[in-house]
């Protein structure tokens, strides 16, 4: 039985099911989840992620930590990463931080990782390493921690909302049968009172585009009809444990992901061989995510620890020094190899690519400095 039929026939027993519900069980199902089953990442899977296109993704990260750790004093630490994929982007931070002395020797190396699957491919991976994988970062040992996460918030499970006339009702997923042929697709679902838009006057701390949706300067009674709004409550407590942890022990995180600042607009979509396709077609074979709600995560911050303003990827990665970087391994390349090679830094950095669509943040502990290529918010902080 495919996990569209079981969703088919869970919907025909106890009727419309929550988005939050659906993109579980497209992901996770024990056995037919996306990311149960497959390890398809790369130019062969449906997706490629940024230390799949080029190598110098994780060396500029994994630099800015090890620098930021030298800064905090060094000593022995926890260096982690949320969500590893195939464990790429913390095989090039490593190689990349051996120039900075004492910081992988004093590493304890944690892959939180929720897939059996992938956790094998890590394993294979960073099996130069001694490395631990954990299910979450509250099994993380009491010590500072330099934490990476990338394209690891925009596949947890998010709620939508949908407003009609003076209320807003969940968004659900809902069956028109059981048989072949069936169809997924969206219904309302019961009015749930305190529903707040992410919206406000604080644009200010934002840098970059809004992604083109245009609600953000008008007041919350004038969003039209049908406006959808989506919250990721996962995602708020990750934030809120790793902010705690490192205002308790020091350290620092780098977020970055497919994101925006605020939470208006229905973001769900489905990948699949490169390919955006319908998320509520063939449930467990496409990849499945939403744009990550920036604001959302740096207010589940604040409380605790010191958050950077939004940075674009491109931008982040030119502080960084890409530009250098990629000059050096140019060396040498010709032919098809360099037109890839200029592909990949295009690809990671130009904004009609990657470049302004992903983002980043920074965490570290309140008065602690900010890892090299990211900038403080300014006077408006707001909570
Ligand atoms: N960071 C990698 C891969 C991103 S894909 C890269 O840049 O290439 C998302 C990763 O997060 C996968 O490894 C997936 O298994 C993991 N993941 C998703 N939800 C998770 C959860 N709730 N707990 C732990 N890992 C999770």
Known sequence: MSLADKIHATIAHTGAMSVAEYMAQCLFHPSLGYYTRKTGFGVAGDFTTAPEI???????????LAQSWQEQGGGAFVLAELGGGSGQLMVDALRAARGVA???????????EGSSALREVQQNALA????????SIADLPDMPLFLIANEFFDCLPISQYQKKGAVWHERMVTSD????????SFCLGRVVPNVVPNIGADMSEQTGTDNGNN?????????????VLETCPPASA????????IAEFGGTAIIVDYGRWGNIGATLQAVRDHKKTDPLADAGMNDISALVDFRALARAVRPFAQVSALVEQGVLLERLGIEARMERLAIGLEGEALANHTAAHKRLTHA??????????AITAKGVA?????EYTGENNET
């Open 352 to 361: 009609d690519e990657m470049g302004s669509l992903f983002k980043a943040i």
């Open 54 to 64: 080029s190598q110098v993704f994780g060396e500029l990260l994994g630099l800015s």
């Open 128 to 135: 130069e390493y001694p490395c631990h994988w954990c299910d």
């Open 370 to 374: 900010l890892p090299a290529g990211f």
């Open 177 to 184: 049968g059981t048989g072949a042929g069936a169809k997924l």
């Open 102 to 112: 004492g910081f992988v020797e004093n590493a304890q190396i944690y892959m939180v």
């Open 215 to 227: 609600f953000t300067d008008l007041p919350l009674t004038n969003l039209p009809d049908d406006s």
């Open 238 to 245: 990750i934030v809120e444990t790793l902010a705690r942890h």
